[in-house]
């Protein structure tokens, strides 16, 4: 029996010195891959933010109870979907990696987690300066 092989990547190959778009389709693939999370909480945190605004110009402010009462909700409810959010993007982008990874893609897959590590230093970044700062 003959041992089997895989079939390793080839290499981004161009024949003109400046037909680099295969190259940098593939840098932004893996960039987008990457950042899509952090952009994701980007855009639910502006939300919540802009609903919070516009309940603050819709309540009354006597009912200062009230008006809290809608804050606490939208900001666990902003907090519940962020999370969810989070989580499901980051499977799904280890998911492409492990695909990346199993086809022979290697530096695919070692781009891809690399940009995750910079979402997780970028989110942990400010607990991080609290801790020393505090």
């Known amino acids: 029996m003959k041992p089997e092989t895989s079939q390793a990547e080839t290499p981004l190959s161009y024949s003109k ?5 295969g190259v940098w389709r593939v840098i932004m693939q893996v960039i987008l891959l990457g950042l899509t999370p952090l952009a994701l909480l980007a855009v639910i945190g502006v939300v919540v933010l802009a609903l ?4 603050r110009s819709l309540v009354v402010p006597t009912s200062f109870i009230v008006e809290q009462l809608i804050f ?3 900001m666990i409810a902003g907090l519940v979907i962020a999370a969810l959010a989070f989580i499901l993007t980051i499977k ?9 990874r199993q086809n022979g893609h290697a530096t695919r ?4 987690l690399v940009a995750l590590t910079i979402v997780a230093i970028i989110i942990a970044l400010p607990e991080v300066i609290v ?3 505090h």
Do not use: H, M, P
Request: proline residues 0%; neutral net charge; without cysteine.
């Open 17 to 21: 010195q400046g037909d680099k778009s």
């Open 109 to 112: 897959a070692t781009a891809g």
């Open 131 to 133: 801790l020393f700062f």
């Open 72 to 74: 606490a909700i939208v």
């Open 92 to 100: 799904r982008a280890l998911g492409q990696i492990e695909t990346w």
């Open 52 to 55: 919070v605004v516009v309940i």
